[in-house]
């Protein structure tokens, strides 16, 4: 198979903003690895059995339970432990598992960032791909600069899912994607910027970049935690703007 090209981040520390609640926090990380590209059709292809159209593109239509089971599709490729099980559509994960999984929200803010505060970590017209390049669909991997981390596109070209749910008063088992894609204009494509759909949605601008690392204690890790899940169930407040009310 095609090698996920993965770098190692060191421990560090990340400010999350949650806008429906007004709430800041500042999350502790440990060290974990991420890929330093998107999922690309032929990686997905070459996991899954199917046929790469656009190879060196990242993958698309990827809903969020197919992007876990490549995760512990990959980790079987590899010979190490998978990180996730499943009970019908329910998903454990296992943080003591070695093998591929998504990234928490918190990791993926951080890889982002790079240590940059702002809402991008370079000119938006030389690190993504966005609305402003006027292009219909993915662009290959790698064509714009990278981050100080070396990890290449995780602002615009697709947006990337994330392990955490985004709001379960409002969205119920929603997950979060995160940094913009290639139809998007310059206020979507920034680190904070937070997204979401339900685990069988696919969207022609949502993929995936893996991560790696035992991480945490059961039920929570680097910034996730079930019980904090549990407890954000309140529905009360409102929206943040742009935000569309569940149906």
């Known amino acids: 198979m095609t090698d996920i090209e993965m770098a190692p981040l060191p421990a560090g520390r ?14 502790e990380l440990e060290p974990f690895e991420i890929g330093v590209f998107a999922v690309t059709q032929e990686q997905l292809a070459e996991l899954l059995g199917e046929t790469a159209v656009h190879p060196r593109r990242p993958a698309t239509d990827v809903s969020w339970l197919r992007a876990v089971r490549l995760c512990n599709a990959a980790s079987e490729w ?10 019908g559509e329910e998903v454990a994960w296992h943080v003591d598992a070695d093998g591929f999984r998504l990234p928490t929200e918190a990791e993926w803010e951080f890889a982002c960032r790079a240590g940059s505060t ?11 791909w966005t609305s402003a390049d006027g292009v219909s669909s993915p662009q290959e991997v790698g064509g714009k600069l990278p981050n100080l981390h070396g990890l290449f596109d995780t602002l615009g ?17 929603y997950r ?3 940094g913009g894609g290639f139809a998007d204009d310059a206020w979507s494509v920034r680190a904070g910027t937070r997204r979401g759909g339900a685990p069988r949605m696919q969207h022609d601008d949502v993929g995936v970049r893996l991560a790696r690392g035992p991480v945490g204690r059961p039920g ?15 529905p009360a407040g409102p929206l943040p703007s742009g935000w569309t009310p569940l149906r």
């Open 14 to 27: 990340v400010e999350l903003h949650d806008a429906r609640r007004r709430l800041r926090r500042t999350v």
């Open 176 to 178: 979060v994607f995160r």
């Open 78 to 87: 590899e010979g190490l432990d998978p990180a996730y099980t499943f009970d």
């Open 118 to 128: 702002g809402p991008h970590y370079g000119p938006l017209a030389e690190i993504a």
């Open 157 to 173: 070209n697709v947006w990337e899912w994330c392990w955490d749910l985004l709001d379960p008063a409002r969205y119920g088992e």
């Open 220 to 234: 929570a890790a680097q910034g996730w935690s079930a019980e904090a899940d549990r407890e954000r169930g309140d």
